[in-house]
């Protein structure tokens, strides 16, 4: 991995924010592409140590510079972990500042891919997952950066 995208994968603070200043005045929006409950795919339940079975909030969303996508990302939150947590009511608020603003918030390892989103048809270099949890609330974030973004900001095509 080139050190340039080395810089957006490993960063362990908020992409919202990072996206933002990366935009550099263009406006920055999370479309919601999907928000329903059912079951993770099995890689998603195995990533956070959940059974096969369990039910969980999803979530889809791009996340946009000036109306392009730049990043697609899907969230993940057990149901038996929500802990009373009304995320549907996020819509089309980020997760990241929400998340970003929880006390105790940890984040677990990133894990990184080059394979291209399996929810998203839009091409792109890299994708990259992780748990958050604070307390007894976990969610996996999993984010796919996109070809669009690498154009935009001149980043190396890896
Ligand atoms: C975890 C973050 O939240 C971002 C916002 C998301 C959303 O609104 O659904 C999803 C994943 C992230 O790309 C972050 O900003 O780092």
Known sequence: MSPAWWAWVATRD???????????GRPFRVRLLEQRLGRPRPDEARAMGLPLDRMAWLREVALCLDGRPW???RS????????????????????????????????????????????????????????????????LVQEFFLDAMADELQLPTR
Do not use: C, K, M, Y
Not at 89 to 114: H, K, M, N
Not at 116 to 125: E, I, Q, S, T, Y
């Open 14 to 24: 908020s992409l919202t924010a990072r996206l933002t200043e990366a935009g550099n």
């Open 71 to 73: 990043v697609v990302a």
């Open 76 to 139: 993940v939150a057990p149901l038996a972990q929500l802990r009373g947590q009304r995320l549907e009511r996020l819509g089309e608020r980020s997760l990241g500042s929400w998340l970003f603003r929880q006390p105790d918030l940890e984040r677990g390892p990133i894990e990184v891919t080059a394979a291209p989103a399996p929810f998203h048809p839009l091409p792109g270099p890299w994708g990259r997952r992780s748990v958050f949890r604070h307390r007894r609330f976990a969610v």
